[in-house]
């Protein structure tokens, strides 16, 4: 890229001036600026005339220094400010600032008003800071190039990249020259807005302008193109150093190697740790553990390993980071044991594990409790993760919270409740204080396992502890499983206790309470919670209307089922097969088998495939019309569209047949079954030995218990008594009997 002009590229920005407490911009033009910038011999810029002031001398150096003159005030508060930059010692400080500042006799110098404002920049508060100069300028005190560089940095910092370089173009007006601390400044605002390619153009002008960049200018771009994921800019750079002669120094390499290694490209950044050791650039702790983490990640063991011992063998010490990247890499590929021998190891060299690293390694043990080998179960693993937290506490090492829960985690999931609330008052006993991620996996396990009421203590213990729910996720476990068990003013209270708090429920706690009411057959109760959820603005789902639409179609309410329907359907909601499937259920128990037959041909319109269960509750309905004909149809359309019958479809369709006395048929349908290798069960036998019984056909019916017995079917009550009522009309009572008796013997069939 061509370098542009320094004056071209701010010659759209503003130069500040103070005017009411508040900068006005006035242009400036590339020409004009220019023309400020005339050289001598040297090629030094002139500096303008400032105005004097008495305790500020300016060096040829263009440095600062306070002369014996300045007040006593002035220095206890900037030695104070040394001391201590407290909240405290600002406030004073600013006060003292102020105070001088009305002050007729002496304003506060410049060195002090520069100090201030490098103290307010690195606390981030950036608009006291702004404050001060603008204060500062206000009185008459002339700010330096030092001064000007920290407001710089102030608007850098505070994201106002644009009057940071309004303030650039006022350096230029001043006639100060612009020092590499100057164009740094402007180049990381710029990055910190991701303004990459601006940044560049930037630093491409600055040796045109006098000023070469650095080591951190160029460590400043490289990190900037790093982050953005744009490793050809950086390449590029790190190239461009070496050209001008630039010492990269161990952060111009550590960023870049972290950048490659981000990205996948570990080989690259491999070499790169190769070319700094030739160019005598020592790498760091950082260095390595970038790179270990990284071939970690790819499952490259030997090398990661390799790379260990070559830290070690430099004199490098391995940090937290550095050990927890070996754990957590091995533990992830379920490599426990070369885990373990990390944490020896960092424990050995006085390293303290956090959470961080131990997590995975128990995580993976907690894991392969649960899993086991080739699914059998191995409780062993958590045990040793147990045991490693109760060596870290014999040497000393106290875990922490995330420690913890994730042995939570591993006993919850393998359901060893009894440990998980030892492990609890453990904690307690310690002063580790449970978190809300300890309790809601406790609490949710105990749920799953049917232990309410245990639930509902911890519940209440960690509102004792002031510990309180701030999600819907804890209200949501227990508000279920109080409506699983019928404890319906609990749940109320629950749901009362979420508005108290300021927890806002959401649609899957409302759905828990109206689904615990609709299988009790509480439908109006069901209906007043959607009320509810209409009144607070949280808008039913299709699954809470399909909840509520199957409560009402048990009940025969069609037309209320309906109405949600077309709520759904205004709201923008697509109706899913479940609803397709309640709605034709419902209307052909209601004997509206026509209105049935309707949503399933709107349902073939719209490409939505019925299902097998949508086919044989119209096949019901059919045949319990009388239509035998029409369920025929049918039969053959749903084989022509792909789904296959089952044994519910065949079962309905002996039944009709044989309500009507088509015997006959209703056996062809039988070995049709048969032959299609679908198994009869104990309900297909029930049907046609009943029927058969009624019309005299008592040797097919017998034969049919054989086949029954043959099968491994059962014979049930209803089997029984079918028999009975046709065989006893026939033959006399003792022979049915003892035809009876001989199957009940035979299957342990209770006759009583």
């Not at 009522?725 to 006759?751: P, Q, W, Y």
């Amino acid at each position: 890229m061509r370098p542009i002009s320094i004056f071209s590229y701010v010659s759209s920005l503003t130069l500040l001036s103070l005017k009411h407490h508040r900068y006005t911009a006035r242009s400036f033009s590339a020409s004009a600026g220019s023309k400020l910038a005339r050289r001598d011999n040297n090629d030094v810029i002139h500096k303008k005339h400032l105005p004097a002031h008495p305790f500020i001398t300016r060096s040829e150096s263009g440095h600062f220094s306070c002369s014996s003159e300045v007040h006593k005030q002035e220095c206890g508060v900037l030695q104070s400010l040394h001391n201590s930059s407290s909240h405290d010692e600002i406030e004073k400080a600013l006060a003292a600032f102020d105070d001088m500042r009305f002050c007729r006799v002496h304003k506060p110098s410049e060195i002090f008003c520069t100090r201030l404002l490098g103290v307010l920049v690195k606390r981030g508060r950036y608009e006291d800071g702004f404050s001060v100069y603008f204060k500062m300028v206000g009185a008459g005190i002339s700010p330096s190039l030092v001064t000007l560089n920290i407001l710089l940095n102030c608007f850098s910092k505070a994201h106002q990249i644009e009057t940071a370089f309004a303030v650039f173009g006022g350096v230029l007006k001043a006639g100060f020259s612009p020092s590499a601390i100057t164009f740094n400044t402007l180049i990381d605002g710029l990055l910190k807005s991701s303004r990459l390619d601006e940044a560049l153009a930037l630093q491409a002008s600055m040796s045109a302008e006098g000023c070469d960049p650095d080591v951190f200018t160029y460590n400043c771009l490289i990190d900037g193109a790093c982050k953005m994921g744009r490793l050809g800019d950086a390449r590029s750079l790190l190239r461009e150093m070496a050209v001008k002669n630039i010492v990269a120094n161990t952060v111009t390499y550590n960023t870049v190697i972290d950048g490659l290694s981000k990205e996948g490209l570990v080989d690259e950044a491999y070499e790169l740790y190769k070319e700094m050791n030739v160019n005598g650039i020592s790498p760091n702790v950082a260095t390595f553990t970038s790179l270990i983490h990284r071939l970690c990640i790819a499952g490259r063991w030997q090398e990661a390993k390799a790379l260990f011992n070559k830290m070690l063998d430099s004199g490098i010490k391995p940090n937290v980071v550095t050990f927890s990247a070996l754990v957590h890499g091995f533990s992830e590929h379920g490599m426990i044991d070369e885990a373990f021998q990390f944490v020896g190891l960092m424990l050995k060299i006085g390293e303290s594990p956090n959470g961080y690293t131990l997590i995975p390694i128990i995580g993976s043990l907690a894991k392969k409790s649960r899993m086991g080998v080739n699914g059998l179960p191995k409780p062993d693993s958590i045990d040793e993760a147990l045991t490693l937290v109760r060596s870290m506490l014999t040497e000393g090492y106290l875990p922490d919270v995330f420690v913890y829960n994730s042995l939570f985690d591993g006993l919850c999931k393998a359901g060893r409740l009894e440990q998980a609330n030892a492990l609890l008052h453990e904690m307690n006993m310690m002063g580790i204080r449970p978190n809300l991620v300890t309790y809601s996996m406790i609490i949710d396990r105990l749920c799953k396992e049917g232990f309410l009421d245990r639930a509902m203590e911890v519940y209440e213990e960690m509102n004792r502890k002031g510990i309180f729910p701030d999600s819907v996720y804890i209200f949501s476990i227990l508000i279920n499983r109080l409506c699983i068990e019928n404890r319906w003013q609990e749940a109320k209270e629950m749901l009362n206790n979420m508005f108290n708090r300021g927890v806002r429920p959401d649609v899957v706690t409302f759905n828990s309470i109206i689904d615990g009411y609709c299988k009790e057959g509480r439908v109006n109760d069901a209906l007043d919670v959607m009320t509810v959820m209409f009144e607070v603005d949280e808008l039913p789902n299709v699954y809470t209307c399909n909840i509520v639409m199957d409560g009402l179609s048990k009940e025969g309410r069609m037309d209320e089922a309906m109405q949600l329907v077309t709520y759904l359907l205004k709201s923008g909601n697509c109706l899913d097969i479940l609803t397709y499937g309640i709605l034709i259920s419902g209307l052909c128990k209601s004997g509206r088998v026509d209105e049935a037959a309707s949503i399933y041909n709107y349902m073939l319109c719209i490409g939505c495939e019925p299902n097998v269960v949508i086919y044989n509750c119209l096949i019901d309905g059919f045949c319990k019309m009388g239509k035998i004909n029409d369920a025929k149809v049918l039969v053959n359309e749903m084989v022509l569209r792909g789904t296959s019958i089952d044994v519910v479809t065949c079962n309905v369709f002996i039944d009709a047949l044989c309500k009507e006395g088509l015997l006959d048929e209703a056996w062809k349908v039988y070995e049709e079954m048969l032959g299609k290798g679908l198994c009869p069960s104990v309900i297909t036998f029930n049907i046609l030995i009943h029927n058969l019984c009624r019309h005299g056909r008592h040797e097919d019916a017998k034969t049919l218990i054989n086949e029954m017995l043959v099968r491994g079917i059962k014979p049930d009550r209803v089997t029984c008594n079918g028999l009975f009522s046709g065989l006893h009309k026939s033959t006399n009572i003792d022979h049915t009997v003892d035809f009876l008796r001989g199957i009940a013997e035979m299957d342990n069939v209770c006759l009583s």
